[in-house]
């Protein structure tokens, strides 16, 4: 199972054009993925920077006909010309999508920053070994407040759906075809994204932390498959305007520790300027 995590900034490379086509040929490129988990798509917001206003989850889900896209807005406001925009996280699967969500992410206020609403778009996919959660999010940057109760938020959330798993199906929901119908979310889950975070910052460790109540603990991928070397860069490698200092990292894959004996590779890709980010590949043994 292939999975690629990727901030797109609206589909906006180095270049400054803004080009949903070769955000999809530069993943393609890159591996026959099975999940392409995007943040930072744009519906409708023509004053982003080499934006024309497009429904870039329409279009990038079109030059993807064989996946079922998720979406999730943080951002849902009125603009100018009276439409909906609309700015947050897509998950498109190629595998079955049992069920889907989307959790606004906290955003208390802070005196020191501003910010904007956070989103995290789970979907419940049916996956070679079984039943998978996939979870895509995109922290808030700018204010160390409102990303820590992000985290926290996360953490709650993780903790619930391994509460819903062993929940047992009653009869009636067993029988129902109906929004009642019991469907799984299991506690075995993938949580990528970007986190707006180093991985010496405290809330990287947190996020890693044991839960209480049987849900299994989250891993980062990249340890798991690079366990001797440093996290490789996913931020400022190109975009010299935006990201003047060295390199960093910021986007994370992380998995349940009972999927970690199944990473196979956790890969960066170094050479792409589509966007200000680099995608990050992550596969997975099939069981």
Known sequence: MRLITWNV??????????????????????????????QEVAVNFPGLPGSAGEDQVTAIAGFLPAYAPVFGAGVDVRGGDGRRQYFGNVIL????????????????????????????????VQGPAGPLRIVNTHLEYYSALQRTAQVERLRELHAEAAAHATKARDADQRASDGPFAW??????????????????DPLHARLQEPFGGG?????????????RAAHAPTVGLY?????????????????????????????????????????????????
Request: glycine share 4%; proline share 10%; net charge negative.
């Open 9 to 38: 900034q609206w589909c906006r490379g180095c270049d400054g054009r803004v080009d949903p086509a070769r955000i999809v040929r530069t993943a393609r490129d890159i591996a026959d993925f099975d999940l392409l988990c995007l």
């Open 93 to 124: 699967s190629r595998l079955p999508v049992l069920r889907a969500y989307r959790h606004f992410l906290p955003w208390p206020a802070d005196p020191a920053a501003t910010g904007m609403q956070r989103v995290a778009v789970e979907t419940v």
């Open 183 to 200: 469907t799984p979310r299991p506690p075995s889950a993938i949580l990528v994204g970007d986190f707006n975070l180093m991985p010496d």
């Open 215 to 227: 849900a299994p603990a989250f891993r980062d991928a990249w340890s798991i498959a690079h366990p």
């Open 239 to 287: 975009d010299k305007a935006q990201w003047p200092g060295q390199p960093f990292t910021s986007d994370f894959a992380f998995v349940t520790e009972d999927l970690a004996a199944r990473i196979e590779s956790v890969t960066v890709n170094d050479k792409t300027q589509a966007s200000d980010h680099q995608p990050v590949l992550v596969v997975l043994r099939d069981g």
